[in-house]
C-alpha cells in the first residue's frame, strides 16, 4: 500500500507505466486516495512499456528479478541510472541481459545476495556543473565526471557554443568558450530538444536556457516531457533574460542579456539550480526562497559551491 506520490509541480505525473508493468507481470493493482498491489506470486512475461519511464523501468526491473520465469522489458529507459541499477542487482546474483539498451531481458526468481556497488556519477549534477562554469565564466574540472554518458549533453552544449574537454575520467570546462550558439544550416534559428535517453536529457534543459543568456545568439528550446516545466522562465526575464515563452514546451531565448540579482522562488529541482546559475552570474544580490527544492537533488550545494568561490548564505527558516 502506497500513498499518491510528489515530487517535483512541472506538469502531470502519471504513475500508470508503473501499474501496466506491474499487472503484466500478475500482481492486481487499485487506486484511489492509496495505491494497493496484491500478488500470490509474480510471473515474467513480455511487458512493453508505453513511455520509457525512469521509474517504471526500474519498478518493473526489480519486480521481475523476483518473478518466476523470464521477462522481457520492452522501451525501457536506459539512463545511466537505470544501467546503474541493473548492474549493482547483477553483482547481487540476478541475471539481466541487455543492460544499456531499450530491451532487458530479466531471468528469474534470483537468489539475491550482499554485494558492493559504488554508484555512478550523476550526468544531470554534471552538466548543472557545466552550465555554473559557462555562465561564470570559470574553469572547471569535474573529477569522476562519468564521460562514456555525456556525449548528449556535450553535444548540447556545444551547441551553446561552450566546448569541454575529457582528461581520462575528468571533465574540464575552460574559462575562455566561444559563447557563441551555432546557427542551423542557412542561418536559421537552431533548436534544443530533449529525448529519451540517449538523447539530450530533459533535466538539463533548465540548465541549458540559463546558459543560453550568457550567449550570443538566438535558440529555440523544446521541452517535449512537460508541459509546467517552461513557466520559471518569467522568473529569469524578471531578471533581465530576453526569453519569448511561445508555448507551455517552447522559449526562444536571446542572448546575451545582462542579469541583475533578484528575489526569486525555487518551483523544482532543476529549476531551483538553473535560478542559482542565474545568481550567481547576475550584478548584485539575489535571494532564492524555497531552496530546499534544490537540495532534493544537489547535495550541501551552497559548502561546494562556496569551496569553489561563491558567496552563498544560507537563511535559516522562520
Not at 517535483?8 to 507505466?17: A, E, K, L, Q
Not at 484511489?32 to 512475461?45: C, I, P, S, T, V
Not at 575528468?170 to 551555432?182: C, N, S, T
Request: overall charge neutral; hydrophobic content about 45%.
Amino acid at each position: 500500500v502506497l500513498p499518491p506520490p510528489g515530487g517535483d509541480v512541472i506538469g502531470r505525473r502519471r504513475v500508470d507505466t508503473h501499474f501496466l508493468a506491474f499487472e503484466q507481470l500478475g500482481a492486481t493493482v487499485s487506486a484511489g486516495d492509496r495505491y494497493e498491489f496484491r500478488a500470490d506470486k509474480l510471473r515474467g512475461a513480455d511487458v512493453f512499456l508505453d513511455e520509457p519511464s525512469v521509474t517504471a523501468t526500474e519498478n518493473a526491473l526489480m519486480a521481475a528479478v523476483a518473478a518466476e520465469g523470464t521477462t522481457v522489458l520492452r522501451n525501457a529507459a536506459s539512463e545511466p541510472h537505470v544501467q546503474d541499477l541493473c548492474h549493482f542487482l547483477v553483482a547481487m546474483g540476478a541475471r539481466v541481459e541487455g543492460i544499456g539498451t531499450n530491451t532487458l531481458t530479466i531471468h528469474g526468481p534470483a537468489t539475491l545476495g550482499p554485494a558492493t556497488h559504488r554508484i555512478g556519477p550523476d550526468h544531470i549534477e554534471v552538466g548543472s556543473f557545466i552550465g555554473l562554469a559557462a555562465v561564470t565564466r570559470s574553469e572547471l574540472r569535474i573529477t569522476r565526471a562519468g564521460v562514456q554518458h555525456l556525449r548528449s549533453i556535450l553535444m548540447g552544449f556545444e551547441r551553446l557554443g561552450i566546448s569541454c574537454r575529457i582528461d581520462g575520467e575528468d571533465l574540464v570546462v575552460p574559462a575562455v568558450q566561444g559563447r557563441k550558439i551555432r546557427e542551423d544550416l542557412g542561418g536559421h534559428v537552431p533548436k534544443l530538444e530533449d529525448q529519451p535517453w540517449p538523447a539530450f536529457p530533459a533535466d538539463v534543459m533548465s540548465i541549458a536556457i540559463v546558459t543560453a543568456t550568457q550567449c550570443e545568439g538566438l535558440i529555440l528550446m523544446f521541452e517535449k516531457m512537460f508541459e509546467s516545466r517552461m513557466f520559471f522562465v518569467d522568473k529569469l526575464i524578471s531578471m533581465g533574460a530576453r526569453i519569448v515563452l511561445c508555448d507551455p514546451h517552447r522559449v526562444i531565448v536571446s542572448g546575451p542579456s545582462r542579469l541583475r540579482g533578484a528575489k526569486v522562488e525555487s518551483p523544482d529541482i532543476r529549476a531551483g539550480m538553473a535560478m542559482l546559475l542565474a545568481a550567481m552570474c547576475a550584478d548584485g544580490t539575489s535571494t532564492i526562497n524555497n531552496a530546499s527544492q534544490i537540495e532534493r537533488g544537489y547535495e550541501r550545494i551552497d559548502e561546494r559551491l562556496n569551496a569553489l568561490g561563491a558567496r552563498i548564505t544560507r537563511i535559516p527558516a522562520r
